[in-house]
């Protein structure tokens, strides 16, 4: 069975502060993937990133990036000179195929201050 | 491509009632997931559809709940009998292989 971790329920920062988000997984499959996914207030779930198993590559895109370690099963994502817009709750999210459904985890809700 | 269409957004319903959800998947992609996602936590899954056929279910999918894919395209959730517990956001996802899309959700508030 496969298990996602966010151990931050919630983080609070002020605006242009750098903050990360930690995700662990658990699962005995050697193929998987690993998910973000956005969910602001209006509750649609928003794609940000996704990664395969055997790409250790991190990932850069905007103020956002990512850091995919397999030695610590983390995959855990950083948002950069945060604003207020990216106040909402952040998923972590794992499937064995890319096409079997995914396993979240409980997520963390980052608010942004002005 | 105009994303994944759920309907109703909002239903409020009282205790006993049935139920029914429907959501439009991305005409192309294959797979249809169903989810529900209570306060404070992420979403659950609860079963899904490869075209028409269903190819898994949850233990989270008591006897009251029931999906279907009829046609292989749009899919519906009927929960019979509704009780308090069933209030939570059932979130709609399809997917091709290449990322799963989801659409806005429908609120269920059972009174």
């Known amino acids: 069975a496969q298990k996602v971790t966010q151990a931050q329920t919630e983080i609070s920062v002020v605006e242009k502060e750098d903050v990360t988000l930690d995700c662990v997984y658990e699962t005995r499959d050697t193929t998987y993937y690993l998910f973000w996914y956005k969910q602001p207030p209006s509750g649609e779930l928003v794609f940000l990133i996704r990664r395969n198993s055997f790409d250790e590559q991190n990932e850069i895109s905007g103020r956002y990036s990512w850091n995919f370690q397999k030695s610590t099963s983390s995959f855990n994502f950083t948002i950069t000179a945060s604003q207020v817009v990216d106040s909402a709750v952040y998923f972590c999210a794992l499937s064995i195929s890319g096409n079997t459904p995914l396993v979240f985890g409980k997520g963390t809700r980052l608010s942004v201050i002005a | 491509d105009t994303g994944v269409s759920q309907d109703p957004r909002h239903k409020i319903t009282k205790r006993g009632q049935n139920v029914t959800f429907r959501c439009d998947p991305i005409?192309?992609?294959?797979?249809l997931y169903w989810y529900r996602q209570t306060l404070g936590q992420g979403p659950e899954f609860l079963t899904y559809f490869q075209n028409e056929a269903q190819l898994e279910k949850s233990r989270l999918l008591s006897d009251r709940f029931s999906a279907e894919r009829p046609k292989g395209s749009f899919s519906t959730l009927e929960i019979q009998r509704t009780e308090q517990g069933d209030s939570a956001m059932y979130l709609c996802a399809s997917s091709t292989g290449k990322g799963y899309t989801f659409g806005s959700g429908t609120r269920l508030t059972v009174v």
């Open positions: 005409s192309e992609h294959n797979r």
